[in-house]
């Protein structure tokens, strides 16, 4: 079968792909691991957080700050995944100071599209500006504000790719991928 090429937005290939990592950590759920409880989302980002705090400087709001960019990720790929054939891998890779963090997750076509036209609009517009205007325009009740990347890239020093991989016309890989300079933090 002939997959079509992905395509790739933002700083997605800012570490060269062939570049040997100093540690790897993958893991893989299913979206309803995370629905049928929530908080797994949360327990998920503290442990990967906690675990990469041995790899530098130890620091409670390194780690936290790690934590929320990560929680971030995996409820977006929890909440836009297909329920059938969501598969969710996250998959970390460090390069001394520098984290790689992808979260890839099954979407359809219609989220799949809107999801590009926004990290489309991220690129060309100014983040602080799309920030605000959203948060004018958001609903309380919301769950789906559209503020949670906005705010990690207003707040965080985090540097954003992605990817989307088309596999069958209404089934396609999201990958959302964080690179983090842990001295910055
Ligand atoms: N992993 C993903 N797969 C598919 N679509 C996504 C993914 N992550 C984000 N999106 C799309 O991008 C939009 C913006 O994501 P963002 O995290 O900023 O907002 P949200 O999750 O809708 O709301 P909030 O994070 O404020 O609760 C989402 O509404 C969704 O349409
Ligand atoms: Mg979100």
Redesign the pocket.
């Known amino acids: 079968m002939n997959q079509k090429a992905p395509v790739i937005i933002g700083e997605y290939h800012f570490i060269p792909e062939n570049l040997p990592s100093d540690g790897q950590f993958r893991l893989m759920f299913l979206p309803i691991d995370m629905t049928a409880y929530w908080r797994r989302c949360g327990l998920t980002a503290n442990f990967v957080a906690g675990f990469y705090s041995y790899c530098y400087e130890e620091s409670e709001s390194k780690i936290n700050s790690l934590s929320t960019i990560i929680n ?2 995996l ?3 929890t ?3 297909k329920v059938k054939d969501g598969k969710i891998k996250v998959e970390l890779k460090h390069y001394g100071n520098l984290l790689k963090i992808d ?1 890839l ?1 099954v ?1 359809s076509k219609t ?2 599209d ?2 590009e036209l ?1 990290v489309s609009k991220i690129i060309l517009e100014k983040v602080e500006d799309m920030y605000f205007s959203t948060l004018e325009t958001k609903e309380d009740s ?10 990690l890239l207003k707040d965080y020093p985090v540097r954003f790719g992605y990817s989307f991989q088309e596999i069958d016309a209404d089934t396609h890989e ?1 990958t ?1 991928r964080a690179i983090i300079n842990v001295e910055e933090l």
């Open positions: 971030e990720l409820e977006n790929a909440k836009f995944s979260v997750n979407a989220l799949r809107s999801f926004f919301d769950t789906k504000s559209g503020l949670g990347l906005l705010m999201i959302v």
